[in-house]
């Protein structure tokens, strides 16, 4: 069964230093999206991208995150000199059509900022 | 402000319990609806759409009631694999982003 894919399982960083979170989606499709989760609360919606540009941000995904799709099969997500606040799981997800229809996810990258 | 909220729990419940997970939503704009499952320090992983008519898979049950904003999820003969956070999420107007609830935690106890 295809699957969406995440690397690395585990980040740790200094804070103010940049972070590159990689993600393969499921090869057919067409949306994807990273969310995070804090420890012990709830997931949230970061951005979704589309057709090479992205197609919704939350006030979360401000100047200091970006993405790309670099090639054909990765998923990026940037987070420049992080702080300590942006420790937490961050999910990739696709889904072949838009947000209607079933989000699959990756099984995260933890990441620890000190 | 858009929001899910979802009961607190935990449910602690035996082994063939019968359990029942309640939702609501604010934005009456919303389009589609899941339950999706994590279990602890895992990814979400869809557990069921969520239908206007209500649908049914196994011993999984869910509702959707629009007029009341509100969405639900029965488990029936509840097996201790069941022991995971429950999350409502919802997919707001036609926009492309979940918004998930806080997740209702259950444990199936022996």
């Known amino acids: 069964e295809p699957e969406v894919t995440q690397t690395p399982s585990h980040q740790v960083t200094q804070m103010g230093q940049e972070v590159i979170l990689r993600c393969v989606p499921i090869?057919?499709?067409?949306?994807f999206y990273w969310y995070r989760q804090i420890l012990g609360q709830k997931v949230e919606f970061l951005v979704s991208?589309?057709?090479?540009?992205?197609?919704?941000k939350s006030e979360i995904f401000d100047d200091q995150f970006s993405v790309e799709r670099p090639d054909g099969s990765n998923f990026t997500l940037k987070i420049r000199s992080t702080k300590l606040e942006d420790s937490a799981m961050y999910f990739c997800?696709?889904?072949?059509?838009?947000?209607?229809?079933?989000?699959?996810f990756g099984p995260g990258t933890r990441l620890l900022v000190l | 402000r858009k929001e899910v909220e979802q009961d607190p729990g935990p449910f602690n419940v035996p082994e063939g319990a019968t359990v029942a997970f309640n939702c609501t939503y604010s934005n009456s704009a919303s389009q589609s609806f899941f339950w999706y499952r994590q279990d602890c320090r895992k990814e979400p992983k869809l557990l069921m759409s969520?239908?206007?008519s209500g649908n049914e898979d196994g011993r999984f049950t869910a509702q959707l009631n629009r007029a009341s904003q509100y969405i639900s999820l029965l488990i029936r003969d509840s097996k201790l694999s069941d022991s995971a956070t429950y999350l409502c999420v919802v997919n707001e107007d036609y926009g492309q982003n979940f918004v998930f609830g806080p997740g209702t935690r259950l444990s199936v106890l022996p």
């Open positions: 090869s057919n499709h067409l949306y």
């Open positions: 969520v239908y206007s």
């Open positions: 991208f589309y057709n090479n540009e992205i197609s919704e």
């Open positions: 997800a696709s889904s072949e059509g838009t947000g209607k229809e079933t989000q699959y």
